[in-house]
Nanobody
Framework: QVQLVESGGGLVQPGGSLRLSCAAS????????MYWYRQPPGKLRELVAA???????HYTDSVKGRFTISRDSAKNTMYLQMNGLKPEDTAVYYC??????WGQGTQVTVSS
């Protein structure tokens, strides 16, 4: 059983940056794609970014050019660098693997 723990959320002004981390309890990046999702207030959870086992990355259109997904296999940690944050990026952000394991989520609030 893999455990995933997100961190790095917080309150930031529009245009600011945050880096989210997702620490995995075991080495899984070589066998599983990894995903960042978010759930805005009152809305459904949506896929934000993905990184495959081969390192290919994919983004939803609304974050392309602003967010970067990456991973450090030595640390069993995945990241989401978020730049140019907008109020509509406000959400609880979750990481997940390809086997339906989820973290507890970290709140990101973008507000002046």
């Amino acid at each position: 059983q893999v455990q995933l723990v997100e961190s790095g959320g917080g309150l930031v002004q529009p245009g600011g940056s945050l880096r989210l981390s997702c620490a995995a309890s075991k080495s899984i990046f070589s066998i599983s794609a990894m995903y960042w999702y978010r759930q805005p207030p009152g809305k459904l959870r949506e896929l934000v970014a993905a990184i495959t086992t081969g390192g290919s990355t994919h983004y939803t259109d609304s974050v392309k050019g602003r967010f970067t997904i990456s991973r450090d296999s030595a640390k069993n940690t995945m990241y989401l660098q978020m730049n140019g944050l907008k109020p509509e990026d406000t959400a609880v952000y979750y990481c997940s693997d390809g086997y339906n394991h989820w973290g507890q989520g970290t709140q990101v609030t973008v507000s002046s």
